[in-house]
């Protein structure tokens, strides 16, 4: 069992830049893929950025590559999404979540545990 908890959302002028956190619970953190999703009103969920087990490899859809950068700590248990150069459109509720499978991937259904979100509103 993986429980995810997201900080670091807000408000923030459009150019600007944020990072969002994910603090994970439990001893097989790092045997886990993370992803962050989002979602804003009225639209379906969006894949952000994931990562592998070991940090070597991440993904991104071009939505968002070059401005977005995913990273992770498995000692303290913390994957990252930090965020620059955003945009209106950047604005959405953002969860992270844990994949049983090691690699990274935009398959939301292959991700097992989710956090319960963090509200990024990126105004212009």
């Known amino acids: 069992q993986v429980q995810l908890v997201e900080s670091g959302g807000g408000l923030i002028q459009a150019g600007g830049s944020l990072r969002l956190s994910c603090a994970a619970s439990?001893?097989?953190?790092?045997?886990?893929?993370m992803g962050w999703f989002r979602q804003a009103p009225g639209k379906e969920r969006e894949f952000v950025a994931a990562?592998?087990?070991?940090?070597?490899?991440?993904a991104y859809p071009d939505s968002v590559k070059g401005r977005f950068t995913i990273s992770r700590d498995n000692a303290k248990n913390t994957v990252y999404l930090q965020m620059n150069s955003l945009k209106p459109e950047d604005t959405a509720v953002y969860y992270c979540?844990?994949?049983?499978?090691?690699?990274?991937?935009?398959?939301?259904?292959?991700?097992?545990?989710w956090g319960q979100g963090t509200q990024v509103t990126v105004s212009s």
């Open positions: 439990g001893r097989t953190f790092s045997s886990y893929a």
């Open positions: 990562i592998s087990w070991s940090g070597t490899n991440t």
């Open positions: 979540a844990a994949s049983i499978g090691g690699l990274p991937s935009s398959t939301d259904y292959l991700y097992k545990y």
